[in-house]
């Protein structure tokens, strides 16, 4: 039944992007130009991109200009994609109206067609068109660390405002208060990935951690152990709130104590079906508040494991989250060849096709359907479970792979996508080549980072996302802990790259 429900997902993922999508014409908004490409595969047509990039990398994408729709090709200002991701990108659309309305006007002088977007837009640079997008400023509110609707909803941990510097006795006072001798210390405003959070075991750890945040204002929070895991939710266009499987989050905290998103990982024995249920409850109590605020689409939500029962929320993510691309990726795994097994359950919702899926539908039908404000009433249910089942079928784990850089410098030259043998201890890595399966040895790379991008000191460089096995990914968390992201970054350079671009 649990391989039954899993193809499931992807069937009845598909049915819905092919409801919505089939027909109509789409303005894509996105980080690269191809990042919603696959949308085409549910029979849409594609338009026009607007591509907003990270600054930094070359002019323009190798092989632009081709068989594609036409390209409006924009540049942030900040070099790093979690800068990048939740406010250069919209403020980047928001500084180029003038391009985009021009832009807008060649391809679509009709203003009939959707606009829809993998992050959120500025919603009046459109003009009268349909608009499938997040609202920047409302979510832009909502992910500010100073918003206060997270703990109107969730529990949250303790915290108190804190003016630094401050003294060693104020400091002690703090610990006092909050009830815990580590205390993790976030810049109120725009962060993400942890780039504004410092943990602080004691007072001469946030002298040396603190000056970096700068001047504030900052907050102050109780440490609190446990697991750090994810969960993401969709406000659907009728206002109601599907949960998706919960993962595991992997963390490294670096010398600065500063605790960078790592990766995630699925896997259904992660947690039981009661604490899957009491999640997926919490997660739409919150997504309930989000939509009385206006809110729709997609939201992720970190949280702390204390145990089986208790769960200590901590951020809010109004967005697409990393997530999601992993969860993609199991979905694109499933190999329906037919679906008239599926049609004889009578607790599935709505018809499914009858016909194999191709590759393209498989690999776009969560960001599909999660983009596209589609109605599910009547249909929560059963995506739900046929989602943890794909989750029990496929596990899998990914890992985030970015570094921050010690010294300016150009990369020139960018290791390959696809399979790579991985030899846990080193780790020793070699490339296989752009296609194969995973196995206990080998993990496939997903490249976003492209040649010619030029960086600075202290910026992050992101090479992309590295899916493997839960037995591998095991084995490297056991061999090298929080470093193993980092590790493999840096093998994967060493073995591929030339030795006139060595990586340190």
Known sequence: MSEVLAD??????????????????????????????????????????????????????????????????????????????????????????????????????DAQATVIAYLPVPQDIFGARPLWAQDAALCRSLEDKACAALPTVLPTPPSVPLRWPCTAASWAAMQAELGAATLV???????????????????????????????????AAAWVRGEPCNVMGLVTGDREVLALPPSRQLVATDERGCPGYAGNRFEAADFSAEEREAIAGELRRCGQMLAQRGFHGPFGLDFLRVDASTRVYHDLNPRMNGAAGLLAEIVADAEPRRASPL???????????????????????????????????????ALEDALVAAVAARPRWRWF????????????????????????????????????????????????????????????????????????????????GERAAALLLAAMFHATCPKDQPWT
């Open 8 to 109: 499931t997902a992807a069937l009845r993922l598909a049915t819905l992007a092919r409801a919505r999508l089939s027909g109509r014409r789409l303005v894509a908004v996105s980080i690269g130009p191809g990042q919603l490409a696959g949308l085409t595969a549910f029979a849409a047509e594609l338009v026009g991109v607007i591509a907003v990039v990270p600054a930094g990398g070359p002019q323009l994408p190798l092989g632009t200009g081709g068989d594609g729709p036409p390209l409006l090709w924009l540049v942030g200002a900040s070099r790093d994609i979690f800068s990048h991701v939740v406010d250069e990108f919209a403020a980047t659309l928001v500084r180029a109206r003038v391009a985009v309305a021009a832009f807008l006007a060649q391809i679509d002088p």
């Open 185 to 219: 210390v976030q810049a109120l405003g725009l962060s993400g990935g942890g780039a504004g959070t410092r943990v602080c075991e004691d007072f001469a750890a946030a002298q040396a951690r603190l000056p970096a945040l700068g001047p504030g204002p900052l907050r």
């Open 343 to 381: 049609l004889s359950q009578p607790e599935r919702a709505s018809p499914l096709p009858a016909v194999p899926l191709s590759q393209p539908e498989l690999a776009s039908a969560l960001p599909a359907v999660l983009l596209s404000r589609p109605r599910l009433a009547g249909e929560l249910r």
């Open 401 to 480: 792979l970015a570094a921050t850089l010690p010294a300016p410098r150009t990369i020139a030259t960018v290791p390959p996508a696809g399979r790579w043998h991985i030899a846990p201890v080193g780790p020793v890595l070699r490339w296989c080549g752009p296609d194969g399966a995973l196995d206990d040895e080998h993990a496939s790379l997903a490249v976003t980072l492209v040649g010619g991008v030029t960086l600075a000191a202290g910026d992050r460089v992101v090479l992309g996302d590295l899916s493997c096995t839960p037995a591998l990914g095991r084995a490297l968390l056991a061999a090298h």
